[in-house]
Nanobody, 122 residues
């Protein structure tokens, strides 16, 4: 059973910083992509940032220059450092992983964390 567990959300004033963490557990052979999405009420979940094992990253335009995604492959963890937070960053943030359960099988599985609330006050 693969699980993704997030931590680090909370309430912060505009201009402040938060760091989100996500740790994957279970029988994982390889992690192909890990990332963060966010969702507000009535809107679709949107990609915030992704990272691949080689270190390749991509970010939503709205967070470029403010957010930094990083990972620790040995710990099967991904982090999101969020700086210069704005009220419009308020959302539930979800960790997402695309993994292989069997080495070099080519079969990928998608998993989500339970979400962590980030609230930025003005």
């Amino acid at each position: 059973q693969v699980q993704l567990v997030e931590s680090g959300g909370g309430l912060v004033q505009a201009g402040g910083s938060l760091r989100l963490s996500c740790a994957a557990s279970g029988s994982i052979a390889s992690i192909n992509v890990m990332g963060w999405y966010r969702q507000t009420a009535g809107k679709q979940r949107e990609l915030v940032a992704q990272i691949r094992p080689g270190g390749t990253t991509n970010y939503a335009d709205s967070v470029k220059g403010r957010f930094t995604i990083s990972s620790d492959n040995a710990k099967k963890s991904v982090y999101l450092q969020m700086n210069s937070l704005k009220p419009e960053d308020t959302a539930v943030y979800y960790c997402h992983g695309i993994v292989e359960l069997t080495a070099r099988s080519g079969y990928e599985y998608s998993y989500w964390g339970q979400g962590t609330q980030v609230t930025v006050s003005s």
